[in-house]
């Protein structure tokens, strides 16, 4: 059977099954700030102790990327897949009986297993199988769905939290990851189309030639990795990822400026809309123009001088500058597995892209830190500026990374 003779493709039950899967997988970074009040009152701990678990999960994500990658290849993926749903099923259960903050510290370890497939594998890696063309625009929906996924939860689980307590909202976490997740995986997730006998979304064979002679095209991750443009491509969305962690201190500067708590909240959400809203269009445009892409990524740059020169006297520029600053934001895991399959193709796609991710990873884990030190010693005005020099270093190193794929593309072999 061939895709040409289905009138639904598979293909398109497969992102629906990774749309159903980012549900569960917000309530790990997405949906995770809900719990800081309610945990650390009733357990008598501080701010920084909780905090710590989500360090944890980062650094086991950063650490665990490329073994996640070589089970998530080697092992049906189904089988991958619904192992993280249970896994993090299992963890919020056991979050919901903590008594105390070390309980979080080891269930960390489990979530940061789990994100580093859902949050940087799973979606480039399955889009890229199952699609030969619009493949930017399906990587940016996906994303997007992450974004729906946290608005939706933060709202639910806020309710539950009030009427119920933080345990019971660990629990319907929890419940979440079982009812919603592993379905989702084991009906609708395959890691490849020619695992059921069909070509991908849009493959033709007249202007690609033989579909698993172009799936295998690329440079070994051994190679890739020595190369100076693997460094290029993976510090393009590493920087954008750390400039955008400034967000952690934009309630600060919502409120310096003259908001009220209420509008630094429209604010904080109108960050999250630019954020889904930048995925899908960053993912559609690159489908046209990777250069167009790239320079629409660094929409932040823009709303960096927003934030620092425009806002404090016009506020109303404070929330253009907020989706703005969300396009930027999106990118992060839109742009860079876009470009790494531009320069290095696909044979070994998932392992170079995983070992992109992982250093992105790792400095996500001590962003927070470090912008909580620059905002303490020299200011959020100076943190905007900061932001401001990493996103256009991140353009111009996106911007190189097109012309250092005209060099290696030659090398790819099959």
């Known amino acids: ?50 905090g710590i678990h989500i360090s944890i999960s980062e650094a086991t994500m950063a650490l665990m990327l490329p073994t996640i990658n070589k089970l998530f ?35 960390a370890f489990f979530l940061g297993c789990c994100e580093s497939l859902l949050i ?19 990587i940016g929906i996906c994303g997007a769905a992450q974004g729906v996924a946290g608005m939706l939860f933060n709202s639910v689980g806020a309710m539950v939290i009030a009427s119920s307590g933080w345990r019971a909202c660990y629990m319907l976490w929890a419940a979440v990851c079982i009812v919603v997740g592993v379905p989702a995986s084991l009906l609708f997730i395959r890691f490849k189309p020619e695992d059921v006998g069909l070509k991908p979304v849009g493959y033709d064979p007249k202007s690609s030639g033989s579909g698993q002679v172009q799936a295998l095209k690329g440079v070994a991750m051994k190679d890739a990795v020595k190369m100076s443009a693997f460094w290029v491509v993976a510090f393009c969305p590493l920087l954008m990822a750390f400039g955008c962690n400034v967000n952690m201190v934009f309630n600060d500067y919502y409120l310096g400026i003259g908001m009220t708590t ?5 604010a904080a959400s109108t960050v999250m809309f630019g954020n889904m809203i930048g995925k ?128 290696v593309q030659p090398m790819w072999v099959e």
Request: charged share 10%.
């Open 262 to 266: 209420v509008l630094a909240g429209t």
């Open 1 to 50: 059977m061939t895709a040409t003779k289905e009138k639904f493709h598979r293909g398109y039950l497969v992102v629906t099954g990774v749309i159903l899967l980012m549900f569960p997988m917000c309530f790990i970074l997405n949906a995770a700030s809900i719990f800081y009040t309610p945990v650390t009152q009733d357990l008598g701990i501080s701010r920084t102790a909780f």
């Open 73 to 107: 290849k080697k092992y049906d993926t189904r089988v991958t897949v619904t192992a993280c749903m249970v896994l993090e099923g299992i963890a919020y259960f056991l979050n919901s009986r903590a008594t105390s903050v070390w309980m979080f510290y080891v269930d």
């Open 280 to 407: 899908i269009i960053i993912g559609g445009i690159a489908d046209r123009s990777l250069k167009a892409a790239t320079i629409c990524s660094g929409a932040g740059i823009l709303a960096m001088l927003l934030f620092a020169l425009v806002a404090p006297h016009v506020m109303w520029t404070a929330w253009v500058a907020a989706a703005l600053f969300g396009v930027t934001y999106g990118a992060c895991n839109t742009l860079g597995p876009i470009l790494v399959k531009n320069v290095f193709g696909l044979k070994d796609f998932s392992a170079i892209w995983a070992q992109a991710s992982r250093l992105q990873a790792i400095s996500v884990t001590f962003a927070t830190t470090i912008w909580a030190v620059i905002v303490d010693q020299v200011g959020y005005s100076s943190a905007l500026w900061i932001s401001f020099a990493l996103f256009i270093v991140a353009v111009i190193l996106g911007m190189k990374s097109l012309s250092d794929a005209k060099k």
């Open 120 to 138: 940087y594998l799973i979606i480039p890696v399955l889009v890229n199988n199952w699609f030969a063309k619009n493949t930017g625009l399906w």
